[in-house]
């Protein structure tokens, strides 16, 4: 299969707006934005020296696919845009980038992770050992680590400018939130985790949890569902085929890369040790298989 040099450093000729560890904002003017997906990888929150080759492209492959999945349930901030519509400073770049970016419309987002979870696993399974509780949800005894919760749940964080989103009651969260916005992106967050988790299911993979953003639209007012969604990187995608109640499934995209990173005794301190290219095939090959089961397509690099 061909495939092309990877991305990790992505040059946009706009105005830059903020950087993530692994994708980029960048300013359209009016009531536009460009969002851009590297191919920049990042393990027990270090990014890696090596990119995983079309990592960006097969990310906003899956972000763009669920959009239109679920655009019945939710609005969201997807402005399907041909290349000709763009600014002329940034569509050579973005022919560079190569199905790296989506044009998204501007929001006043809401200041509130939107967690649902749908299996007791991570921070989860630690509270409900301690608690027989997920973030003051109260679950029935005798849960296993993995297992799948009665419903799913929405756990909300805050977003921590550094560090570790923290966890916060239902009640702090709608605090944050303009008046009667909270429970709106609540139900449509559950909904579209309902629908992906059980489309998700009947082609392999079991979504664990996932984490959505959500923004108001100035121009109609409207809850509606931003960032990348349902990807790996915002998610946990196990193989139905591993999962087993009692302990917690490989990941589908980072296992092969953890369980090397953990063999090689990395103490997760920066800087990340080099990765071999067969650790970085491995890798690709996790997410190549993510985005083939969930779309239905081939990736043709
Ligand atoms: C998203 C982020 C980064 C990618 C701001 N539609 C929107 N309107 C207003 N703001 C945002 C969005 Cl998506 C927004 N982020 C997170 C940071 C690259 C996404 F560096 N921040």
Not at 287 to 300: K, P
Request: hydrophobic fraction near 40%; aromatic fraction near 8%; glycine fraction near 8%.
């Amino acid at each position: 299969m061909s495939q092309t040099a990877a991305v990790s450093t992505v040059e946009v000729d706009l105005p830059h707006l903020s950087s993530g560890k692994v994708r980029e904002l960048f300013d359209l003017g009016g009531d536009g934005l460009l969002f851009v997906a590297s191919d920049r990888i990042s393990a027990y929150d270090v990014v890696m020296p090596q990119a995983i080759p079309d990592k960006g492209r097969l990310l906003t492959g899956m972000s763009i696919f669920w959009f239109g999945a679920t655009s019945d349930i939710c609005p969201n901030h997807y402005v399907p845009t041909p290349l000709e519509n763009l600014p002329r400073a940034a569509r050579e770049d973005l022919a560079a980038l190569g199905g790296r970016h989506m044009v998204v419309r501007r929001l006043e987002m809401l200041p509130v992770e939107f967690v649902v979870r749908g299996y007791l696993v991570g921070s989860g399974w630690k509270d409900y050992k301690r608690t027989g509780a997920v973030c003051g949800i109260a679950l029935p005894p005798g849960m296993r680590e993995a297992e799948q919760l009665p419903e799913p749940i929405f756990t909300p964080a805050t977003k921590a400018t550094v560090g570790h989103d923290e966890n916060i009651s239902e009640a702090q969260a709608a605090d944050l939130c303009p008046p009667g916005t909270l429970k709106i992106a609540r139900d449509y967050a559950v909904g579209v985790y309902r629908r992906a988790a059980d489309y998700a299911r009947n082609r392999g993979i079991i979504l664990a949890d996932t984490k959505f953003e959500f923004g108001l639209d100035p121009a109609s007012g409207e809850v509606t569902l931003a960032d990348e969604v349902l990807t790996p990187d915002s998610s946990r995608f196990w193989p139905a085929d591993r999962w087993e109640p009692g302990s917690t499934p490989p990941s589908l995209d980072k296992q092969y890369l953890r369980d090397w990173l953990d063999a090689a005794a990395w103490d997760h301190s920066p800087p990340a040790p080099d990765l071999p290219p067969d650790v970085v095939d491995r890798t690709r090959a996790g997410y190549v298989e993510a985005y083939e089961r969930l779309t239905g397509r081939t990736f043709d690099a």
